[in-house]
Structures are given as structure tokens and as C-alpha cells.
């Protein structure tokens, strides 16, 4: 009996002077912040990652904060409010140039995902003259491309038409369906509905830019650098999601239909597009040639000057690489 007695006093002892703590430390999830910019499927990776329990296996908790611009998400990182951000790799590289630590450490859409949507009056880019276009965000780089096309087709802005700044695919699409707009550009699955509600397809981003570097993952140089471990672990989820993607059709498509309530033919003609134009990376990578687009573009707003920039000023693949090595 006293040696019963005594096993309990020591257990009891051990218990309260924190003997457990270390166990059960390992168990607590590390709380990343991610910043998002819309609900959309630029976040594709991020949803399915969330979905199959790939930041779970990395004992990682990530919240998603939607953030309605990239031009939002950039501050917000600088200010340490969020952690990572999932935005626009032209805004990165603004920032970068304007001083800001920043570093891009992967990438989610590796090209222009986007088509110019009008109401069934317009019949070309150049009937637009005049027009008032819903726009994502004045500097973000969908509206880049968008300006683009429009260039191409001799309308340029401010002179032939006006911008209206409203946020996300679901905002804009809404606005064209109302008619408060003349047009926007839209991604998958929204293109394929604004399709068959008989608005005309006026021209697709990937035509006149099949290199662009849109959606990458950016963090701040000193947080990554004191997080590393929790950072690669991240990059080793996002890895993951994004092989299951082009694997797993009917359930990719399942994820798509649940985060932004589509029909089940829409999720899945979306999967087709992003996987059959590897908008998607395999493994979490940035597609160079389109960060030499952005760049080049940047040239022309005067953010850059010629030579173009060593890769390297504005990514860092070490995390990645580490995360890779440990992802079978």
C-alpha cells in the first residue's frame, strides 16, 4: 500500500513541476495567418490543403483572412498582422523596390487565368471605348493583364474608358449581371457561368499573355528566417495539395463546387483548365519566364529600370527546396 501511495505522491509531483509540458507542446498546432486576397480558385492549392488535412499533418493551424486586394495584403504583411500572403507578384516586387523585407517563397498561379466578360451589346475589346470596366484593384496585376488586352486592341486607359475598383470575381460578377458595368475579367468557374448566361467572351489573358506570374506566396525576410521550420512545413502542405490537384479530378472538383458553391459541371470544367494549362504549379514553384513578364511590365510603368533583376532579388527557394526534399 505505501508503495502505491508513493508511485501517485511522485506521479502527482512530476505532473505539477511539468514533467508532460514537452508532450504536449508537440501537440499544439502552430496558428499561421494567411492572407488571401478573394475567394477564388487562384487559392486552389490553399483550399485543398485545408480540405485534406495537409497543414493538419504539419501541425500547423492556418486561418485564412480574405483581404479584397493585393494592394491590401502587402501592408498587412509589412505590419506583421498576417504571416504569409497569398498575392500578386507584381505588388511583391513594388513593394520589394520600395524597400519592404519581403521575399517570395513559392508560387500558386503560374499564368493569367482570366477572360474580359461584357453585357451582350459589346461585341469586341473596341467597342468598350467609353466604357466602365469592374476592376479587382487599380495596381493588381489581373487589372494589368486586362489593360493589356485592351492596349492591344488600341483602347488605353484612362483615355477610351474608366475603371471601377469592387473587389472579387463574386463582387464583379455580380455588378455585371445588374449591368452596373460594362465588363470585367473573370476566372474559372465564374467565366464558364457568365458564359451561359449569354454574356460575350471578349478575349482571354492567356492569349495575349501565356507567361504571367500572378499568385505567389510572399513573406516577411525576418519572419521566415526566425520561423523556418514552421515556414517549410507550410511549403511541404502546399506541395502536397498542389500534386494531389492533378491527380484527383472528381475530388478537386468536389472542393471547388464546396468553397465557392458552383455546380458540379463547373468545378470540374475549371479543374480541367487550370491542370490542362498548368495554372497549377506540380511542386510549388514560380514560373520564371512569367516573373520575367511582370518585370518587364514593371519596366514600362517606370517601378523598374533595364537590366532586369537577378530572380533572386525578390525569391527565395530554399524553403521550398527543403519542403520538397521531405515530400514523397
Known amino acids: 500500500m505505501k508503495y502505491t501511495c508513493l508511485f501517485v505522491f511522485l506521479l502527482l509531483a ?17 496558428k499561421v495567418t494567411l492572407g488571401t486576397i478573394t475567394l477564388s480558385l487562384n487559392n486552389l492549392p490553399i483550399y485543398v490543403a485545408q480540405e485534406k488535412g495537409y497543414f493538419t499533418e504539419e501541425n500547423l493551424f492556418v486561418e485564412a483572412v480574405v483581404l479584397n486586394a493585393s494592394t491590401r495584403a502587402i501592408p498587412a ?12 507578384a507584381m505588388t511583391t516586387i513594388r513593394a520589394i523596390e520600395k524597400g519592404a523585407a ?13 477572360d474580359l466578360m461584357a453585357l451582350p451589346k459589346y461585341k469586341s475589346m473596341k467597342e468598350l471605348k467609353g466604357a466602365t470596366i469592374g476592376v479587382t484593384g487599380l495596381l493588381t496585376s489581373d487589372t494589368i493583364a486586362m489593360k493589356e488586352m485592351l492596349k492591344a486592341n488600341g483602347l488605353e486607359y484612362p483615355r477610351d474608358y474608366a475603371m471601377l475598383q469592387m473587389g472579387g470575381g463574386a463582387d464583379r460578377w455580380i455588378a455585371l449581371q445588374t449591368g452596373n458595368i460594362a465588363a470585367t475579367i473573370l476566372n474559372p468557374p465564374y467565366t464558364f457561368a457568365a458564359e451561359e448566361a449569354r454574356f460575350n467572351n471578349l478575349g482571354s ?3 495575349y499573355l501565356p507567361d504571367f506570374t500572378q499568385t505567389v506566396v510572399n513573406v516577411r525576410a525576418a519572419w521566415a528566417n526566425e520561423k523556418r521550420p514552421v ?4 511549403m511541404r502542405a502546399l506541395v502536397k495539395a498542389e500534386r494531389w490537384i492533378y491527380s484527383q479530378k472528381e475530388d478537386t472538383a468536389r472542393i471547388i463546387a ?17 491542370t490542362e494549362n498548368s495554372i497549377v504549379p506540380r511542386d510549388g514553384g514560380v514560373n520564371l519566364k512569367g ?10 510603368d517606370g517601378t523598374l529600370k533595364p537590366p532586369l533583376p537577378r530572380h533572386d532579388k525578390y525569391i527565395d527557394n530554399s524553403y521550398l527546396e527543403e519542403a520538397r526534399r521531405a515530400v514523397r
Open 14 to 30: 512530476a505532473t505539477s513541476l511539468g514533467v508532460p509540458q514537452p508532450l504536449r507542446a508537440q501537440t499544439e498546432k502552430e
Open 77 to 88: 504583411l509589412v505590419g506583421q498582422s498576417i504571416h504569409i500572403s497569398a498575392s500578386s
Open 102 to 114: 519581403l521575399k517570395i517563397v513559392g508560387g500558386l498561379v503560374n499564368g493569367p487565368t482570366y
Open 205 to 207: 489573358t492567356v492569349k
Open 231 to 234: 515556414l517549410v512545413r507550410f
Open 258 to 274: 464546396k468553397k465557392l458553391k458552383f455546380t458540379d459541371r463547373h468545378s470540374e470544367e475549371s479543374w480541367r483548365y487550370f
Open 291 to 300: 516573373m520575367d513578364k511582370v518585370m518587364q511590365l514593371l519596366v514600362e
